[in-house]
């Protein structure tokens, strides 16, 4: 599944052209402790280990991930960031495979069959959203180098403007963030489906299938025990 594009003639006049522009990386790196503060929510039986594992996990793994990027070592920094994306990822299919287990059972109860569904969901946005950051076009380091985005999985407004039109608005050295990935999520999991930026790759469109269906399942629960409460 390929998520990168050969670099064309374009591309590198592009890159001679353009000023670099550095990304800050915080919003991500805070999506991801995010994602482990959101497991304090879950009770102990629907988490693999103690309720604070994912969080100490993840602020142990981005300490390196931090060091990496200081010390330009862009290899290694991209292999900790889809470790620790992957870590999550797995801790949150898990618990919500331990929710759905759970409903016949009648071992939890309601409010926190409720929490968890809500802390799941939200879980789910940060998860996506720290996956289309990585992956698109390279992820956030290939884009700084490339300077203008002008091509990736997603086709956002800013990419179809006209070269006048991006210099009247400020907007001639465009480059997507973490803030355009997390609306891009957050879209995905209120309306199952992009809003304003068309899907152009197909990995980007089979992992916001599954986000989708996440979505669809936490929302689901959450209606199904508001009757029940109700």
Same mark, same amino acid.
């Given at each position: 599944?390929?998520?990168?594009?050969?670099?064309?003639?374009?591309?590198?006049?592009?890159?001679?052209?353009?000023?670099?522009?550095?990304?800050?990386?915080?919003?991500?790196?805070?999506? *991801?402790? +995010?994602?482990?503060?959101?497991?304090? +929510? =879950?009770?102990?039986?629907?988490?693999?280990?103690?309720?604070?594992? =994912?969080?100490?996990?993840?602020?142990?793994?981005?300490?390196? @991930?931090?060091?990496?990027?200081? &010390?330009?070592?862009?290899?290694?920094?991209? @292999?900790?960031?889809?470790?620790?994306?992957?870590?999550?990822?797995?801790?949150?299919?898990?618990?919500?495979?331990?929710?759905?287990?759970?409903?016949?059972?009648?071992?939890?109860?309601?409010?926190?069959?409720?929490?968890?569904?809500?802390?799941?969901?939200?879980?789910?946005?940060?998860? %996506?959203?720290?996956?289309?950051?990585? =992956?698109?076009?390279?992820?956030?380091?290939?884009?700084?180098?490339?300077?203008?985005?002008?091509?990736?999985?997603?086709?956002?407004?800013?990419? #179809?403007? #006209?070269?006048?039109?991006?210099?009247?608005?400020?907007?001639?050295?465009?480059?997507?963030?973490?803030?355009?990935?997390? %609306?891009?999520?957050?879209? #995905?999991?209120?309306? %199952? &489906?992009?809003?304003?930026?068309?899907?152009?790759?197909?990995? +980007?469109?089979?992992?916001?299938?599954?986000?989708?269906?996440?979505?669809?399942?936490?929302?689901?629960? *959450?209606?199904?025990?508001?009757?029940?409460?109700?």
């Amino acid at each position: 599944m390929s998520v990168t594009r050969p670099v064309t003639v374009l591309d590198n006049k592009i890159m001679a052209n353009a000023p670099q522009q550095i990304e800050p990386r915080w919003p991500a790196l805070l999506a *991801l402790l +995010a994602v482990g503060g959101l497991r304090l +929510a =879950l009770p102990e039986s629907l988490s693999v280990g103690p309720d604070w594992l =994912l969080l100490a996990v993840v602020g142990l793994l981005l300490i390196p @991930i931090v060091w990496s990027r200081l &010390s330009g070592l862009d290899r290694l920094n991209k @292999i900790l960031g889809y470790i620790v994306t992957g870590v999550v990822t797995v801790d949150m299919i898990w618990s919500l495979y331990s929710l759905v287990a759970a409903l016949p059972s009648h071992k939890e109860s309601p409010l926190d069959m409720l929490r968890s569904a809500g802390a799941l969901w939200v879980t789910n946005i940060l998860v %996506f959203a720290s996956w289309y950051w990585r =992956l698109d076009a390279g992820g956030p380091r290939a884009r700084e180098l490339r300077g203008v985005h002008i091509d990736g999985a997603f086709l956002f407004p800013q990419m #179809t403007l #006209t070269e006048q039109a991006r210099q009247s608005m400020c907007e001639q050295d465009w480059s997507p963030n973490f803030v355009d990935y997390l %609306f891009l999520a957050f879209n #995905t999991s209120t309306a %199952f &489906s992009p809003t304003d930026s068309p899907v152009l790759s197909r990995w +980007a469109k089979v992992m916001m299938m599954v986000q989708s269906l996440i979505s669809f399942t936490t929302v689901a629960l *959450l209606a199904a025990r508001a009757v029940n409460i109700l």
